[in-house]
Nanobody, 112 residues
Framework: QVQLVESGGGLVQPGGSLRLSCAASGFTFRDYMMSWVRQAPGKGLEWVSIINHDGSSTNYSDSVKGRFTVSRDNAKNTLYLRMNSLKPEDTAVYYC?????RGQGTQVTVSS
């Protein structure tokens, strides 16, 4: 069955960095566009970033553009999100999404 397992979240101070990972299984990862979405406390889902099947094309929401970088390793069936210059408003549960599935999420908290 399809599984998307996120990891790498945690507590970080403003201005800090984190790298999230999403391990995919149960489908042909290299054939699918993948996304990161997030949900802040008390808010709806917000799209963050998308990457095409081979990593040659990416796009970002205005709120993270220039600070976050999405990438993928198709040999490892893994999606990444490098997050720099983190702000308190980046606090959310981050989910990877692809093949019509979403993972269980990883919590990112940005606080001093």
């Amino acid at each position: 069955q399809v599984q998307l397992v996120e990891s790498g979240g945690g507590l970080v101070q403003p201005g800090g960095s984190l790298r999230l990972s999403c391990a995919a299984s149960g489908f042909t990862f290299r054939d699918y566009m993948m996304s990161w979405v997030r949900q802040a406390p008390g808010k709806g889902l917000e799209w963050v970033s998308i990457i095409n099947h081979d990593g040659s094309s990416t796009n970002y929401s205005d709120s993270v553009k220039g600070r976050f970088t999405v990438s993928r390793d198709n040999a490892k069936n893994t999606l990444y999100l490098r997050m720099n210059s983190l702000k308190p408003e980046d606090t959310a549960v981050y989910y990877c999404h692809g093949a019509d599935y979403r993972g269980q999420g990883t919590q990112v908290t940005v606080s001093s």
